[in-house]
């Protein structure tokens, strides 16, 4: 069975706490169908509430042939990527059940030279010939500055 599509709102109140609600819609909604379609239960929203939606994002069910986590994965393993843009903006991205044969020998220094972390390091940078990560105030990143492993306790 395929799992939805999902589209959350994030909502802000006068004391600016934010709370969230989600729409489930069907996987086989067409991508170019997504935004418009998370715009128009937007404005449909608003009349509502008081709050400010401040924020709406599409999630999309991907698969890959994976079928289970490696033995030793653990989500609070975490490798921490420091990006940076033009003017310093940072952008922090976090691969969770990070593998430790990835840094470099009794550190937490991540391991440039390693083929996957360079492949992946740019990715970011430089994009994949048609996207390109930008920070989220929507630069584009052009170097990265901070690679550790990192431990962190999670929320679940």
């Known amino acids: 069975m395929a799992h939805a599509t999902t589209v959350t709102y994030t909502f802000t109140d006068a004391k600016a706490k934010r709370s969230i609600a989600k729409l489930n819609i069907p996987s086989t909604t067409a991508f170019a169908d997504l935004v418009p379609f998370a715009q128009a239960a937007a404005a449909l929203y608003e009349p509502l509430c008081h709050g400010l939606i401040s924020k709406a994002s599409i999630s999309i069910p991907?698969?890959?042939t994976l079928t289970s986590?490696?033995?030793?994965?653990?989500v609070q393993k975490r490798g921490l990527f420091?990006?940076?843009d033009a003017t310093g903006l940072i952008?922090?991205?976090?691969?969770?059940?990070?593998l430790e044969s990835k840094t470099t020998d009794n550190s937490s220094i991540i391991d440039i030279t390693d083929a996957d972390v360079a492949a992946f390091v740019a990715l970011v940078v430089t994009g994949n010939g048609v996207v390109a990560p930008v920070?989220?105030?929507?630069?584009?990143i052009v170097?990265?500055?901070?690679?550790?492993e990192i431990f962190r306790r999670t929320k679940r």
């Open 91 to 98: 952008a922090k991205v976090v691969v969770p059940t990070w």
């Open 82 to 84: 420091t990006f940076h």
């Open 69 to 74: 986590a490696g033995a030793l994965s653990d």
């Open 143 to 148: 170097g990265v500055d901070v690679m550790r």
């Open 135 to 140: 920070t989220q105030h929507g630069t584009g």
């Open 62 to 64: 991907l698969s890959y």
